[in-house]
């Protein structure tokens, strides 16, 4: 943002070192201050996307990392549980994946 408040007053200076009259003028923008501020709130927004973006694919990953784990432990208990002959109901447990209905996504 500085190197474009700096390109914007190396302009200005031309203009009131070449047109003296027209540096006065205070109809015309010389300054270019709408510019500057739309590009200012460009970059803003910018930043703004570049960050929601980030947040949004950090927190799905981890949330990819807590349904595998979760997913590996619920069939791990399950493939436990058979091969030592506990019951059914030990098996079924309530879990992130059966409340949901995730289950047979997996499988």
Do not use: H
């Not at 390109?7 to 510019?35: T, Y």
């Amino acid at each position: 943002m500085a190197r474009i408040k700096m390109i914007m007053s190396k302009r200005l200076e031309m203009i009131i070192e070449r047109d003296p009259v027209a540096a006065e003028g205070q109809i015309a923008d010389n300054n270019q201050i709408a510019a500057l501020i739309k590009t200012s709130t460009m970059i803003k927004i910018f930043k703004l996307a570049l960050i929601i973006f980030n947040v949004a694919y950090f927190v799905g990953f981890f949330w990819y990392c807590f349904c595998e784990i979760t997913t590996m432990s619920y069939f791990w208990r399950k493939g436990w549980a058979e091969k030592e002959g506990l019951d059914k109901k030990w098996i079924d447990q309530p879990n992130f994946l059966s409340n949901f209905g995730l289950v047979s996504f997996k499988t």
